[in-house]
């Protein structure tokens, strides 16, 4: 099982983002997985911590990824889900680890690795 599960939503050429408050980098929404929690169901905890007021559609999983990031060495272990609609205000729950979330275009952001891999993968130059 993947140790964390992210969100990927584009809409109108901008994908749904949220910035970590401790390092300013823009990732995917998402995070950690509990014991004993599925991917899915850490992807759905996630959400509604990070963005509480956010109403996904249904959600399909895209990849599993396994490995270590060949620019930063990190190794990643993520079940990565899409979702074609999304609605509500983007209100931050989390406000201790996030402080913005926004529809941004994917390039010149200073995205986590594994962002930057989840970018490049589904939304190449």
Same mark, same amino acid.
């Given at each position: 099982?993947?140790?964390?599960?992210? %969100?990927?939503?584009? &809409?109108?050429?901008?994908?749904?983002?949220?910035?970590? #408050? !401790?390092?300013? =980098?823009? +990732?995917?929404?998402?995070?950690?997985?509990?014991?004993?929690?599925?991917?899915?169901?850490?992807?759905?905890?996630?959400?509604?911590?990070?963005?509480?007021?956010?109403? %996904?559609?249904?959600? &399909?999983?895209?990849?599993e990824?396994?490995g270590?990031? #060949? !620019?930063?060495? =990190?190794? +990643?272990?993520d079940?990565?889900f899409?979702?074609?609609?999304?609605?509500?205000?983007l209100?931050?729950?989390?406000?201790?680890?996030?402080?913005?979330?926004?529809?941004?275009?994917?390039?010149?952001?200073?995205?986590?690795?594994?962002?930057?891999y989840? #970018?490049?993968?589904?939304?190449?130059?």
């Amino acid at each position: 099982m993947a140790k964390s599960s992210k %969100l990927v939503v584009a &809409r109108k050429g901008r994908v749904l983002l949220v910035r970590r #408050r !401790r390092d300013k =980098r823009w +990732m995917f929404p998402g995070g950690r997985r509990r014991a004993g929690e599925s991917e899915r169901k850490c992807l759905h905890r996630e959400i509604m911590e990070e963005l509480p007021k956010l109403r %996904l559609g249904e959600l &399909r999983l895209w990849k599993e990824v396994n490995g270590k990031n #060949r !620019r930063s060495g =990190r190794r +990643m272990s993520d079940a990565i889900f899409l979702s074609k609609k999304a609605s509500g205000p983007l209100k931050i729950g989390d406000k201790k680890e996030l402080d913005r979330a926004e529809w941004r275009k994917p390039r010149g952001l200073k995205l986590t690795p594994t962002s930057r891999y989840i #970018r490049d993968k589904l939304f190449p130059k």
